[in-house]
């Protein structure tokens, strides 16, 4: 239920390593049948990960589809993990202007105003992550989260939602779901110096070793919605309470029609009845929300740039290991928070209400 910060942060070491003969300038990969080159300079760029995590984890990236939706200085942070990891595609949405507020933890925006200037946030960070790796189509598509239908999500194989309503974040979890494939979800919201992801990998199959053995493990994923909905009574006794914190300040925005991150100090008697008002209502202690830790996120909506790195870190991590099939995937809420240093994974589904 609980891992420790150090366990997740690093690079899982436990992938199989393949070393792949080169023949002829070119890098043969095969998955299931099928077979597949890679070019010498992709070869020679991308030769430290595939003596990583393999060949085969490799081919499965650069034919990999992301979605991002929101980007802020956390999203900024994964978006160029994945686009110098070498995944296929990366499509960028958010119709934001930029401004100069934004300057302070998306490192993608250009200092100098006659550049960013009318510009929205996606067209300046996809121009900015072009020039990590070129052999990465990356692209920008204009619409809220909201409009778009089930059959626009089928064309990724990953889905990273921020920057938008609970509401809009079920709705995205729901559609992805309805699709024939396996669409894989995450959500991620960094607020001051505390950070949060949500994944959803639905019937996920992966593999793992375990000394000289290679192990299939199966999991079951609930849904956005589903995990929500756990009766906050049925949790554990020492679940983070970033968790809690977090559903209050999103029922907040929600109840008051803000957009995400629209909330300040004067804000807070309100954000603390709301509080009250729902450890009422889920028979839960009101001293696992703190007052202290809901002003913090009142306070300072701001991102900070270290915890931006941390959690767009962790979020990269786990979809390179969801879409290679390698290594244990995170299940399903990570919370960090920079008082403490520590990062905790929370199991919260019906299944393990309780436990």
Known sequence: MVGGWNQDIRLDTELEVNIPVISRNRLRLGMDGDSEELTAQETALYDRQIRVWGADAQRRLSKAHILVYGMKGTVAEFCKNIVLAGV?????????????????????????????????????????????????????EKGDLSSFDVEFFNKFDV???????????????????????RVAFYTVDCRDSCGEIFVDLQDYKYSKKKQEETIECHLQYPSFEDALSVPWRELHRRMSKLYFAMRVIEKFEEAEG??????????????????KELCTAQSLNESHVPDTLLERLVTNTIE?????????????????????????PLKNFFYFDAFDGKGIIEDISNSNAGN
Request: a positive charge.
């Open 88 to 140: 296929g595609s990366l499509t960028l949405i958010d119709d934001r202007v930029a401004t100069e507020e934004a300057f302070s933890s998306n490192f993608l925006i250009p200092f100098d105003e006659n550049v960013y200037s009318g510009k929205t946030l996606a067209e300046l960070c996809c121009n900015s992550l072009k020039d990590f790796n070129p052999m990465v189509r990356v692209s920008v």
């Open 159 to 181: 889905v990273v939602v921020s920057c938008c309503s609970l509401s809009a974040k079920k709705l995205a979890n729901e559609k992805c779901r309805k699709l024939s494939k």
């Open 258 to 275: 803000r957009s995400a991150g629209e909330v300040s100090i004067a804000d807070l008697s309100g954000v603390l009845k709301l509080k």
């Open 304 to 328: 900070f740039p270290p915890v931006c790195a941390i959690i767009g870190g962790i979020l990269g991590q786990e979809v390179i290991k969801a879409i290679s099939g390698k290594g244990d």
